[in-house]
């Protein structure tokens, strides 16, 4: 009896799982990726703490069984595991960050998910977990419709809808993946009414997930519906109506993709914003240039380290060292390169992907075993389902909702496999209730052998619950609460300076993975105090909290240019422009090709009265693209030509780039007043105030 009671107890937890996505507290940092992580591992905590006792009290029947999945889970584990080993940060590799809230942590806690849910649902508990999964999807669908009919603000602003994800790229995925449960309800439904309500489901998430205008998920969306064609085809011979829905299936994909073309040509759909973005997909132009650009730093970052990769937010780095000029303008500091795949590759190396694509290969496998207990509309289902997921990752990357359906998705086919190969072994007068509905239905009762002793089992059940609770305290209490203070000092509007500042102090002494976080942000909020009516014994007290507080993290992340870069930036706002040098100089010697480094360096040079210095650091940063690109630092160098007194090079310059003699910049006006040119500073402020007037 006490087992069927934590059974139960580490049971609600993973239903509560479902809610993963309506799991948002304004109160952190990153509230729409903290809060819902922060959640999620709260119960898993929870259900895999009672798991672990059941799997002390009885080891045979709770203990986990030997199949491809589970080797799958271990060996991708495995591989993250040494990634984070042979990072270039591990503290980062294992923790990650309160922004991603990614890290070696986070598939410890997913591959707890798949053992608790593998060892604790039954048949009957899954259907339940997928019908409360769809119930959420809806909630969130009534938010998201909410925004597309301006009665809610869209969080991440523009008009794309992203309901409660903050982000129109994760809620799209989350959508595509709802609707693939929709559709695999509805195949194992025997009610038509029911049925019915599942296919408009899908109807409306689907339709939700192209309002969100991600293009990534309007390609996966055609390859999903192409591959439940193909499974159609190849299940022909088991009912004739699969082949109608196949042909039909292709033949619709045939037409749909002929009217996209169609469409793209006229005037009316492209004048709407949503349409238009759809619509402008492509493999040339800014955005695409742009995502394969960070395709291709990131297959230099994985050359780098092949075999285990850079561990986990390693990607950082790559980024960093191998960075585009041609980027500028977008994104400075990606993090990801937007394709799973590749991100996976970078990060936890050859290994690490094999691992991955072993996971999909198992969920398939299982899936399609001739043995299986899936009908032949689950399998479409279930195929095109997760081959538009296995295409969307092409063009994004896991977030903890679209993880979570996937982990559950592999622990129910794994589940049902071994079920399945139980009632194989098993003679006809098996206990039929234990084979179809009970957890544990890989043997019969009366094959479990003798439990622990009490002793022994009140023991290991002991150290389960002082381990569950120190977890719980260290990574889970201490970080939430860093996110609050984090947040508090950001959000607080005090004019008591030593009272914001407490915050991140608070946030800092405690010391968490979202320290680094906690010093960047300190580095903002004095930036943005630069210009108050400080004393000086106050802007002395900042910077010099601040450059502690990074110096100790430059001391963690030697190879990460933002941190010496957030010094420099720092220091050139508090006018200490010698000091921000040294700084500033490291960041570009880890960073080579980024033009706002460039620009921050030749800045201090600038006010430094170092001119000839300054016009080789812009003249860099001028170089580093063609002529006919990245106007603003052939802008710069210009200035800096005239900074220098360089009046003759200075024009000769701007006609090569510009074709005129002088652009209309309030910049370059202060450039020419202050080297002594008043003539043309003149003529250019003049210029200037007609333009403004011009433009009222």
């Known amino acids: 009896m006490k087992n069927i009671l934590v059974e139960k107890l580490g049971r609600w937890p993973l239903f509560i799982t479902a809610l993963v996505p309506i799991a948002v507290y304004s109160g952190f940092l990153f509230p729409y990726n903290s809060g819902r992580n922060f959640f999620f591992r709260a119960l898993i905590l929870i259900s895999s703490a009672c798991w672990a006792i059941l799997w002390v009290r009885e080891p045979a029947r709770y203990s986990p069984r030997k199949s491809f999945l589970l080797l799958a889970i271990l060996a991708f584990v495995a591989a993250a595991f040494a990634s984070t080993l042979f990072s270039i940060n591990p503290q980062l590799s294992f923790w990650s960050s309160l922004e991603r809230m990614d890290g070696f942590i986070s598939i410890i806690f997913l591959m707890a998910f798949f053992f608790s849910a593998r060892a604790l649902f039954d048949a009957s508990s899954w259907k339940l977990f997928f019908k409360v999964s769809v119930c959420v999807a809806l909630i969130v669908s009534f938010v998201a419709v909410l925004q597309l009919v301006g009665l809610l603000t869209i969080n991440q602003g523009g008009v794309r809808i992203d309901a409660t994800f903050g982000n129109a790229l994760f809620f799209a995925a989350y959508m595509l993946l709802s609707a693939g449960i929709s559709v695999f309800l509805a195949t194992g439904a025997e009610n038509k009414r029911i049925r019915v309500l599942y296919i408009f489901c899908s109807i409306v998430f689907i339709f939700l997930m192209l309002a969100s205008a991600s293009r990534g998920a309007f390609v996966a969306l055609p390859a999903g519906f192409l591959a439940a064609s193909i499974s159609s085809l190849i299940l022909r011979k088991e009912n004739i109506s699969l082949r109608k829905f196949g042909v039909w299936t292709f033949s619709i994909l045939i037409i749909a993709t002929g009217v996209f073309f169609i469409a793209r040509e006229i005037p009316a759909l492209r004048s709407n914003q949503l349409v238009n973005r759809i619509l402008s997909i492509s493999f040339v132009g800014q955005d695409a240039e742009a995502r394969f650009l960070a395709w291709k730093i990131a297959l230099k970052g994985a050359s780098d380290s092949p075999i285990v990769g850079m561990g986990m937010e390693g990607f950082r780095y790559a980024f960093a060292k191998y960075y585009e000029p041609k980027l500028y303008g977008r994104e400075q500091w990606f993090d990801r390169a937007h394709n799973n795949y590749l991100d996976l590759l970078v990060q936890l190396g050859a290994l690490g992907l094999l691992a991955y694509l072993a996971l999909l290969f198992g969920l398939f496998r299982n899936i399609w075993k001739h043995d299986g207990i899936f009908n032949s509309c689950e399998k479409i289902a279930l195929t095109g389902m997760f081959s538009s997921y296995a295409v969307f990752n092409l063009f994004s990357f896991d977030t903890i909702t679209a993880s979570i359906i996937f982990f559950a998705f592999l622990a129910y086919v794994d589940f049902h496999a071994s079920?399945?190969?139980?009632?194989?072994s098993t003679s006809r007068d098996t206990d039929i209730f234990l084979l179809k509905n009970s957890s544990c239905s890989r043997q019969s009762r009366s094959q479990v052998p003798a439990r622990r002793s009490r002793s022994t089992s009140f023991a290991l059940i002991l150290i389960i619950f002082v381990i569950t609770l120190f977890i719980f305290y260290f990574v889970e209490y201490k970080s939430m609460r860093a996110a609050y203070l984090i947040a508090r000092g950001l959000n607080d509007s005090s004019p008591q300076l030593d009272t914001r500042l407490g915050y991140f102090k608070k946030a800092i002494e405690l010391n968490t993975f979202a320290t680094s976080e906690a010093r960047e942000f300190l580095v903002d909020f004095a930036v943005s105090a630069s210009g108050a009516p400080l004393a000086d014994t106050s802007r002395k007290k900042i910077v010099s909290l601040v450059f502690s507080?990074?110096?100790?993290?430059?001391?963690?992340?030697?190879?990460?240019?933002?941190?010496?870069?957030?010094?420099?930036?720092?220091?050139?706002?508090?006018?200490?422009?010698?000091?921000a040098i040294p700084f500033i100089e490291r960041a570009l010697a880890l960073s080579p090709n980024k033009q706002p480094t460039f620009y921050e360096l030749g800045t201090s040079y600038l006010n430094l009265g170092q001119y000839e210095k300054?016009?080789?650091?812009?003249?860099?940063?001028?170089?580093?693209?063609?002529?006919?690109?990245?106007?603003?630092?052939?802008?710069?160098?210009?200035?800096?030509?005239?900074?220098?007194?360089k009046f003759s090079e200075a024009k000769r310059y701007m006609k090569k780039i510009f074709g005129v003699e002088y652009f209309i910049d309030k910049r370059l006006a202060d450039a020419y007043r202050r080297a002594g040119d008043l003539q043309t500073s003149s003529f250019l402020y003049s210029d200037i105030k007609k333009e403004e007037h011009s433009s009222e």
């Open 419 to 424: 079920q399945n190969s139980f009632s194989e």
């Open 549 to 579: 507080e990074l110096g100790k993290q430059m001391e963690i992340a030697p190879k990460d240019p933002r941190f010496p870069l957030r010094i420099g930036v720092l220091l050139n706002t508090y006018r200490r422009y010698e000091d």
């Open 614 to 645: 300054a016009v080789d650091i812009f003249k860099r940063a001028a170089e580093l693209l063609p002529d006919n690109e990245d106007a603003e630092s052939k802008k710069l160098y210009a200035i800096s030509l005239v900074y220098a007194q």
